[in-house]
C-alpha cells in the first residue's frame, strides 16, 4: 500500500507535534508513531522547561550557562537562538493549556544544575505529561492532521526507491511496518521531518523509555546524513536504584530544592570535595561524581537526601515522586533516596542547520534526534524540551516557506518481501538485544579507555554480520527494526568515541585526560 501526504512527521512528542501543529495551518500532515501516542520520552519529562521569564536572569546568563554545561562544543548562534525563542514557546505553551505552577501570580520557576539563575517552568514532578496532554489534544482536535500510532518506520524512502531509480538522496517519505497487521506500507510526501527522539536503550541502564532506540539517527545515517557528537551520552546522576523499578528518574529539581548527595558507608556530603557548585554542578560532574564513589567504595548507590526540608515542602513539590517511592517502601520526607546514574539524553544525532534541515533534500529532522548545535558536549538541564519546540516550528515555517518549491514525489516501488519468511529463531534478536546493551554500558559508559572502546568496536562489528543476516533473512518486526537501529547507534557512538582525543564534557576518556584549546565537532559521514 502506498498512501501520499504533504508533509510526514516521524514521531509524536514534543518536536513532532510542534512541528505538526505549526504546519497544519495550511498543510495536511501524517504523524507516525511506534507504538502508541505518548511512548516517547516527552511524556516522561520531570523537572521543566528552561527560560528567561525573571526580571533578575538575562539571555546572556541562559546562554552563559548553556556553554558552560556545554564545554565550549556548542554553536553560540544556535545557542542564541533558542534561548531568544524560549519565551516565546512558553507562551505558545501556555495558550495550549499547559497548567504551568504559579506563585504570586507568576510563573513559579524552579532550579536545577548548571543554572545560575532559577528559570526552569513546571508542573509540578510531571512536566512532560502535561506538555504531552496538550499538544495531543490540539493535534487531535485539528483536522489537518492524522495521527497514526501503531507504525514502526523501517527506512527512509529516496530516489533509489522511486520506480524510475535514481542515485539521488532526496527523501519523499518512510517505509513503516504495520505494528498491527504486519504489513509494511510506503507514506510519500513532498516533505518528511524526523521527530524520533534519542538512542538511550543502547545501554543496559537508562532513564528512557523503552522505544528510544535511535531509529531516526539510524535511518538518516543509512539514507546518507551525517551525525556528529554521538560519543556525547549523557548520564544522569539521579536514577532510583532499585532492582525492581530500573529506570525512574528522580528529577535534578530535588537538588535544585535542596537535596544533598550522600555516602551511604560514612554519610559524607561528599559533592563540595568535587565541585564548588557542590549538587548543581553540570550533570556530567555530578554523574562521574556519583559513579566514582559507587566505584571507589563498591557501593550499590550512593544517597540523595531532602529529608532535611518539611514533609508539606517535599510533597507539594514532588507529589509524583514522593508517591512513587512510597509505593516501594521509601518515604522520602524521612528517609534518603537510593539512586544510581543512568544514560538519560543523546546530545549527538543527525546534523541540522537552523531551519532544522538536514543533508538531505526533502529531510528535516527536530527534537533530540538531532544535533543542532545547542547541547555541545553536554546538555544543559532542562534545554532539551525547549529545543523539540523551537526546532520544531523552524521545520515548519522552513517547509511552508520553501512550499512551492517542493516537488510531488515519483511513483514508489512497494516494500519487497518475496526473500524473506517469518522468523524461526526470534532468540538471535533477544540476544543481541541483551549483549549491545550491556557492552555499551561496561565499555562506553561514563569513564573510558581507548583499549575498552576498542573492544566494543570488535564486538560490534561480529554483531553486524549476524543481525544483517539476520534482517535480510526474516520478516520484519518492530524487535528487528529496533536492534538494527541500536546496533547502528552503537557503532556510531563507539566511532565517534575513537576519534576524541581528549576529556571534553560527557566524553572522559583516561587515556587522554586533558581537553584540547579548540573545541571541534566529530562529524561522521556516511
Ligand atoms: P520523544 O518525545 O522521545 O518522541 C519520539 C517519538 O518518535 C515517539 O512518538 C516515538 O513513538 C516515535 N518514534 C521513534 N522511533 C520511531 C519509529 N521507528 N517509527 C515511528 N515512530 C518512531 N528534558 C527537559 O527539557 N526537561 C525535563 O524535565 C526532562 N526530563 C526528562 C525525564 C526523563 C525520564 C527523560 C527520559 C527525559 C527527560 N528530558 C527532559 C529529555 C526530554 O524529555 C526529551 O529529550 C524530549 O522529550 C525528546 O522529545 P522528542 O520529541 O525529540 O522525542
Ligand atoms: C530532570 O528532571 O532531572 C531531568 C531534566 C532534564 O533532563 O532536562
Known amino acids: 500500500m502506498t498512501a501520499s501526504h504533504d508533509v510526514i512527521v516521524i ?28 511512548g516517547g520520552s516527552t511524556a516522561w519529562a520531570q523537572g521543566g522547561i528552561a527560560a528567561v521569564l525573571d526580571a533578575g536572569d538575562t539571555f546572556e546568563e541562559h546562554i552563559r550557562d548553556t556553554m558552560i554545561a556545554g564545554a565550549g562544543l556548542n554553536r553560540r548562534e544556535t545557542v542564541e537562538f533558542v534561548i531568544e525563542h524560549a519565551p516565546q514557546s512558553i507562551d505558545r505553551l501556555v495558550e495550549l493549556g499547559v497548567p504551568f505552577n504559579q506563585e504570586a501570580g507568576a510563573l513559579h520557576l524552579t532550579r536545577e544544575g548548571g543554572h545560575s539563575q532559577r528559570r526552569i517552568v513546571h508542573v509540578n ?9 496538550a499538544l495531543l489534544r490540539a493535534a487531535e482536535a485539528n483536522p489537518n492532521i492524522t495521527l497514526l500510532p501503531g507504525r514502526a518506520c523501517i527506512d527512509l524512502i529516496t530516489g533509489r526507491n522511486a520506480e524510475q531509480f535514481s542515485g539521488s538522496g532526496r527523501v519523499w517519505g518512510v517505509y513503516a511496518l504495520d505494528e498491527a497487521s504486519g504489513r509494511v506500507e510506503a507514506h510519500v510526501a513532498r516533505a518528511t521531518i524526523l521527530a524520533t527522539g534519542g538512542a538511550g536503550r543502547v545501554y543496559q541502564f537508562s532513564t528512557a523509555p523503552r522505544g528510544a532506540t535511535g531509529d531516526g539517527i539510524a535511518m538518516a545515517w543509512r539514507a546518507g546524513a551525517r551525525v556528529s557528537n554521538m560519543e556525547m551520552m549523557q548520564f544522569h546522576p539521579t536514577c532510583l536504584y532499585n532492582l ?23 554519610g559524607h556530603r561528599y559533592m563540595p570535595d568535587y ?5 548543581l554542578a553540570p550533570r556530567d560532574i555530578v554523574a562521574r561524581a556519583n559513579d566514582s564513589e559507587i566505584k571507589r567504595d563498591g557501593l550499590d548507590c550512593v544517597h540523595l537526601d531532602i529529608s532535611h526540608q518539611s514533609p508539606e515542602f517535599v510533597k507539594h513539590h514532588f507529589p509524583n515522586i514522593y508517591e512513587k517511592l512510597l509505593t516501594l517502601g521509601i518515604d522520602m520526607t524521612r528517609e534518603p533516596i537510593p539512586v544510581v546514574p543512568a544514560q538519560h539524553y543523546t546530545c549527538g544525532g543527525v ?16 527534537g533530540e534526534c538531532t544535533e543542532s548545535g545547542l547541547h555541545g558536549a553536554n546538555r544543559l538541564a532542562s534545554n532539551s ?8 516550528e523552524a521545520a515548519a515555517s522552513d517547509i511552508l516557506a520553501r512550499w512551492d518549491t517542493l516537488d510531488h514525489p515519483p511513483a514508489i516501488r512497494e516494500w519487497d518481501e518475496s526473500r524473506v519468511t517469518d522468523s524461526d529463531e526470534e532468540v538471535v534478536i533477544k ?18 579507555t581507548t583499549k575498552r572502546l576498542e573492544r566494543a568496536q570488535n564486538r560490534i562489528d561480529l554483531l553486524g554480520r549476524e543481525i544483517e543476516d539476520y534482517y535480510g533473512s526474516f520478516r520484519v518486526t518492530t524487535d528487528l527494526i529496533e536492534l538494527r537501529n541500536l546496533h547502528q547507534c552503537a557503532d556510531l557512538i563507539v566511532r565517534s568515541a575513537l576519534k576524541r582525543h581528549e576529556s571534553r564534557g560527557l566524553h572522559y576518556t583516561l587515556d587522554y585526560p586533558a581537553t584540547l584549546p579548540e573545541a571541534r565537532d566529530t562529524v561522521l559521514i556516511p
Open 385 to 392: 524540551l525547549l529545543e523539540c519546540f523551537v526546532f520544531g
Open 275 to 279: 565541585d564548588d557548585r557542590a549538587e
Open 244 to 266: 525492581e523499578v530500573k529506570n525512574f528518574l528522580i528529577t535534578e529539581a530535588v537538588r535544585g530544592e535542596g537535596g544533598v548527595l550522600l555516602n551511604p558507608r560514612t
Open 351 to 366: 546534523l541540522i542547520d537552523l531551519a532544522a534541515h538536514t543533508d538531505l533534500p526533502g529531510l528535516w529532522a527536530a
Open 11 to 38: 514521531g509524536s512528542g514534543a518536536a513532532g507535534l510542534t512541528a505538526a501543529l505549526a504546519l497544519a495551518e495550511s498543510r495536511r500532515v501524517l504523524v507516525l508513531a511506534k507504538g502508541s501516542l505518548t
Open 431 to 448: 540476544q543481541n538485544w541483551t549483549e549491545i546493551r550491556r557492552m555499551m554500558w561496561n565499555y562506553v559508559g561514563i569513564v573510558r
Open 125 to 133: 514532578d510531571a512536566t512532560g505529561w502535561a506538555v504531552q496532554e
